[in-house]
């Protein structure tokens, strides 16, 4: 049973950093290309940053390029998300999520959730004074 399980939101003051983790488990994770998603309240699903399987290939929305990093250690099956400089505007339900094509980041800039095969329960960032 493929499960992602999201961790490190919370709330930051404008220009901090946080830290998300993803844990995944049920799926061999060294062979999938793995994104951060996030959804704010009255918009769409938007992806914020893909890696492929190997972290060779790296993709980032515009919003967050230069202030956000993703990264994945496949020998723990675990994704990351350093996310820095944070704008009030980055606060929503961040997912991570499985991308079956591998090609999600360059056919579409906001994916619905049926795009992904999986995703996880997300986890909040609130970025506010």
């Known amino acids: 049973q493929v499960q992602l399980v999201e961790s490190g939101g919370g709330l930051v003051q404008p220009g901090g950093s946080l830290r998300l983790s993803c844990a995944a488990s049920g799926f061999t994770f060294r062979f999938a290309w793995m994104y951060w998603v996030r959804q704010s309240p009255g918009k769409g699903l938007e992806w914020v940053s893909a890696?492929?399987?190997?972290?060779?290939?790296?993709y980032y929305v515009d919003a967050v390029r230069g202030r956000f990093t993703i990264s994945r250690d496949n020998a723990k099956n675990t994704l990351y998300l350093q996310m820095n400089s944070l704008k009030s505007e980055d606060s929503a339900l961040y997912y991570c999520?499985?991308?079956?094509?591998?090609?999600?980041?360059?056919?579409?800039?906001?994916?619905?959730?049926?795009?992904?095969?999986?995703w996880g329960q997300g986890t909040q960032v609130t970025v506010s004074s």
């Open positions: 890696i492929s399987p190997g972290g060779g290939n790296i």
């Open positions: 999520a499985r991308d079956p094509t591998g090609a999600i980041w360059h056919r579409t800039a906001s994916p619905t959730f049926t795009d992904f095969d999986s």
